[in-house]
């Protein structure tokens, strides 16, 4: 499976297509966040338990307008502090349209990239799920190669940005204004993440 062009990947997650992209911090299995199918198939190639919801990207922080979710001024002003950067946040969410997506959670997790091209590209492709690229219980794919040896011709396309060897984003919830971590990722982050949960 050849390496194929930006504009080509942008058309085929339209078309609910889900292929192995390069994000922000390590390579995932992506899919448009709105192809209820392409959503179901990420959990079927990755061997993943549908109770574990899926990080979703986004280019703009106007994008939670997409899925109702409307930050109070004091959560706004922290994701400010946040995004664009490696920290996904958790936010409360039950809406039983994108039920697919939180999996009964009741909550969705999404991350505005500190990558320029990759937010450029989200906001062309709309919000895209973005679990690592990895069979459940094994490590994430740092270069295509490796991704291939997990999903091989089970996916539509891979992108291939070279090796990616970073550590994984830190995850924090946002409830009620204030911040829990629930994951530490990169040493900045965590310093950022902890100074916030203290305030």
Known sequence: MKNISQEEIIEKIKSGQIGVFPTDTL??????????????KIYEVKKRSRVKSLIIL????????????HPSEKENDIL????PG??????SFNEKSYDYLHCGTDSLALRLPDDPW???FLKRSGP???????????????????????????VDFYFDKGKLDSKP?????????????LRAGGEEEVRLAKSLEQS
């Open 128 to 154: 895209i799920v973005a679990p690592s690229a990895n069979l459940e219980g094994f490590p994430p794919a740092k270069t295509i190669a490796e991704a291939r040896e997990y999903f091989k011709e089970s």
């Open 27 to 40: 390579y995932a299995v992506s899919g448009s966040a709105f192809a209820k199918e392409a959503v179901r």
């Open 80 to 83: 400010k502090k946040v995004w």
């Open 58 to 69: 986004i280019g703009s922080i106007k994008d939670l307008d997409l899925f109702k979710i």
């Open 86 to 91: 490696k920290v996904s946040v958790i936010f």
């Open 169 to 181: 984003s830190t995850i924090i919830s946002l409830k009620n204004d204030r911040v829990t971590i």
């Open 118 to 120: 990759l937010r450029s």
